[in-house]
């Protein structure tokens, strides 16, 4: 541990290492599990939600990529590639307030949120410039649509809206041309596919926490910003031609979680020209 820098850095050599030289025999299993049990309690980080299908899909092309990329280069591996990082400070014109609204963001649980919310709160209260606590919150959303961060998200809207529907209007859901242009499900692509399961990740948490706030308080702004956005991807989607299937499931699933309060015009999709996966998604909307 650093603490100057804030991070923690774990080089795959020794964990490797340890792994090879530890009795099995000797593990407490009622250990581990209190363990594993604090951990999830304590970090939001470990109850991120991954989509199995996309994972299981890239599974096998996942070896043969760094079999191709690292082990043939005379079998060794760019140590830059090996290290585990927690979230950091680093990333952010840090100070003090900001830095402990980000510690006490790492801290929260439903163990201690009553303690660690007010401290939070006291921040928010006080805190000059309440936009830049905005995108910070959204970067935890974005990696994990945790409803205690939407608990925060609520003090922070309460004390200035405007910079919410400022930034619900600026949010760039709309894919990258990278992404359509390029098959990220091949080999070569791999880059690419990581950051779009990232980016698709970091949109489908936004939109369900948009919706998380219209169930907690029906704010008509943002229900009229939505509307407007629910307008844009029905149109994207029915203007797509010969798209690659998860281009359109991406869009979907975003019209998924509108659906819930936004109603929707309707959907012209010629369901030939994509994987099943599609139509399983289209099977959701008759629900």
Do not use: A, H, P
């Amino acid at each position: 541990m650093n603490n100057d820098n804030d991070i923690i850095k774990i080089n795959l050599d020794i964990f490797q290492n340890k792994m090879k030289n530890y009795i099995y025999n000797d593990i407490n299993i009622d250990n581990l599990n209190k363990k594993k049990k604090d951990l999830l309690d304590t970090y939001s980080c470990f109850n991120e939600k991954y989509d199995s299908k996309f994972l299981w899909e890239k599974k096998k092309l996942k070896k043969n990529y760094y079999k191709t990329n690292y082990i043939s280069r005379n079998d060794t591996v760019n140590n830059n590639d090996k290290k585990l990082y927690t979230f950091t400070t680093n990333k952010f014109n840090i100070n003090k307030e900001k830095k402990s609204f980000i510690l006490l963001l790492n801290k929260l649980s439903d163990n201690n949120k009553e303690v660690i919310k007010n401290e939070i709160n006291n921040i928010i209260k006080s805190y000059s410039n309440i936009s830049e606590l905005l995108e910070i919150i959204y970067l935890y959303i974005g990696k994990n649509n945790d409803k205690l961060y939407i608990e925060i998200l609520k003090n922070i809207i309460e004390i200035n809206n405007n910079i919410f529907y400022d930034f619900l209007k600026k949010v760039d859901y709309i894919i990258n041309d990278k992404y359509i242009d390029n098959n990220i499900m091949l080999d070569e692509n791999y880059d690419d596919f990581c950051d779009f399961k990232k980016n698709k990740t970091k949109y489908i948490n936004y939109f369900n926490s948009f919706i998380e706030l219209i169930n907690n308080d029906c704010d008509i702004i943002i229900l009229d910003i939505l509307e407007n956005i629910t307008i844009k991807i029905v149109t994207i989607v029915n203007n797509l031609e010969n798209s690659r299937s998860y281009v359109i499931n991406y869009y979907l699933e975003l019209l998924l979680i509108l659906k819930k309060k936004i109603k929707l015009n309707t959907l012209n999709i010629d369901l030939s020209k994509y994987d099943k996966s599609t139509k399983f998604i289209m099977d959701k909307f008759n629900l």
